[in-house]
């Protein structure tokens, strides 16, 4: 009986190879530890987000261009900017750019309902698409401009913004539920930006710097002012 190989004879069945891999070269070794995280990168096909062309590159070590001058961020920073958000189950997430959906669909295995954001309408269209068709039904996407958050859906117990600042957008804090986590990348297009984990809790903010790493800028109102 070789009804596994039978199976395993597809392209399917490579790209889970190559998923499995990110998630033991890519993710395990540089301090992804939260199993749910760990599992919910091993369960999205990733090539699924990306532009036909670039399926074959799906899960290598970095962005990839998805259009309209964006980028599907690196598997490495999905996965650490969810671990830092602390979900376990329950939780409602706001998620700011969209994007490819990506991040929005790993997320969708993480906490109980996503709100992701786009404010590239061919973006938030093709997303909301894409998220439709692979079936993730507890995710929302919107156009429009997320530097203000989402108001009428506050307050949330996690808030991701996918795309640098220079100076924290305060929509997102007024948003935040007690206990819940903000994690955002700040500071400059051209300098880099430091990701921050701000957790409010009983009337106090707690900041905490997570490390350098290299975003796309935040448009609209409170985005980055060197391309508002
Ligand atoms: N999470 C995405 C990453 C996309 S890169 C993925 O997994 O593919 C960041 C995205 O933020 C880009 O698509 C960009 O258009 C979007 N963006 C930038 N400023 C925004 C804003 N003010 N509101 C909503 N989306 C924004």
């Not at 996503?114 to 156009?143: D, F, K, Q, W």
Request: with cysteine; aromatic share 8%.
């Amino acid at each position: 009986m070789n009804g596994r190989d039978d199976r395993c004879n597809s392209t399917a069945c490579s790209f889970e190879a190559m998923r499995r891999r990110m998630v033991e070269e890519q993710l395990r070794p540089r301090g992804i530890q939260d199993p749910r995280v760990l599992e919910a990168m091993a369960a999205v096909p990733r090539e699924e987000f990306v532009p036909a062309a670039l399926r074959e590159e799906a899960y290598d070590d970095n962005p990839l261009p998805i259009g309209a001058g964006q980028t599907i961020s690196q598997p490495f920073t999905v996965a650490f900017m969810c671990q830092a958000l602390q979900l376990k189950g329950d939780e409602k997430v706001l998620e700011i750019g969209a994007g490819s959906g990506y991040g929005a669909a790993v997320l969708s295995k993480l906490a109980s309902r996503i709100l992701t954001v786009e404010y590239i309408p061919e973006l938030a269209e093709e997303a909301r698409r894409r998220l439709a068709r692979l079936g993730y039904r507890n995710i929302e996407g919107r156009e429009g401009d997320g530097s203000l958050g989402c108001p009428d859906e506050a307050p949330f117990d996690g808030i991701v913004v996918t795309a640098g600042a220079c100076d924290l957008p305060l929509p997102y804090l007024e948003q935040l539920s007690e206990g819940g986590r903000l994690v955002i990348p700040l500071g400059s297009q051209y300098y880099g930006q430091t990701l921050y984990r701000f957790i409010r809790h009983q009337g106090r903010l707690g900041i905490e710097n997570l490390g350098i790493f290299v975003f796309v800028p935040l448009l609209g109102r409170y985005g980055l002012e060197e391309v508002r």
